[in-house]
T-cell receptor, first 116, second 112 residues
Framework: AQTVTQSQPEMSVQEAETVTLSCTYD???????LFWYKQPPSRQMILVIR??????QNATENRFSVNFQKAAKSFSLKISDSQLGDTAMYFC?????????????FGPGTSLSVIP | NAGVMQNPRHLVRRRGQEARLRCSPM?????VYWYRQLPEEGLKFMVY????????ESGMPKERFSAEFPKEGPSILRIQQVVRGDSAAYFC??????????FGPGTRLTVL
């Protein structure tokens, strides 16, 4: 069974600074997706970034980038130039990539506070 | 292209009543997933449906909970005889086969 671990329950960062959120996972699958979802106080689940395991290049989306280390089963999220609107819960998630489907497995989340 | 729609956004029920949560997937998506988020926790998978079929309900409690995705209309998650422990946020997601799941805004159920 797949598991996703986020070892930092809470983090804070000064506005305009950079912060890195950690995530590790365990799987025997070779082909899968990894995601970071953001959940602001509105409770909406927002996809931040997606990484396909077969791609060696780390995904980037504007101020968000990942450090994907497949051998180490590590998938950290870096937020550059942090903004107040980045304050939210961040969930790391895993999904095996199959021709049919697989459920998304979520980590427990990291609560990020951006301090003015 | 409208996103995943869920209604109601907030639902209050008394113990013993029924709760019905609705989800309309994104246009072009035929796969629907329901997740539950208890307070201070991450999302936990409940059930996966395609049109008129339940594919995987391994995360759904065996009693009182049921889900459907009819040929026409939204997917429905039904909770009968609600108890206080059912209070949670219920999220629906949709996708094309084997692809990224996109989430709706959730329904927050409060059981008094």
């Amino acid at each position: 069974a797949q598991t996703v671990t986020q070892s930092q329950p809470e983090m804070s960062v000064q506005e305009a600074e950079t912060v890195t959120l950690s995530c590790t996972y365990d799987t025997s699958e070779n082909n899968y997706y990894l995601f970071w979802y953001k959940q602001p106080p509105s409770r909406q689940m927002i996809l931040v970034i997606r990484q396909e395991a077969y791609k060696q290049q780390n995904a980037t989306e504007n101020r968000f980038s990942v450090n994907f280390q497949k051998a180490a089963k590590s998938f950290s999220l870096k937020i550059s130039d942090s903004q107040l609107g980045d304050t939210a819960m961040y969930f790391c998630a895993f999904m095996a990539r199959k021709t049919s489907y697989d459920k998304v497995i979520f980590g427990p989340g990291t609560s990020l506070s951006v301090i003015p | 292209n409208a996103g995943v729609m869920q209604n109601p956004r907030h639902l209050v029920r008394r113990r013993g009543q029924e709760a019905r949560l609705r989800c309309s997937p994104m246009k072009g998506h035929s796969h629907v997933y329901w997740y539950r988020q208890l307070p201070e926790e991450g999302l936990k998978f409940m059930v996966y449906l395609q049109k008129e079929n339940i594919i995987d309900e391994s995360g759904m409690p065996k009693e009182r909970f049921s889900a459907e995705f009819p040929k026409e209309g939204p997917s429905i998650l039904r909770i009968q005889q609600v108890v206080r422990g059912d209070s949670a946020a219920y999220f629906c997601a949709s996708s094309q086969v084997g692809d990224t799941q996109y989430f709706g805004p959730g329904t927050r159920l409060t059981v008094l």
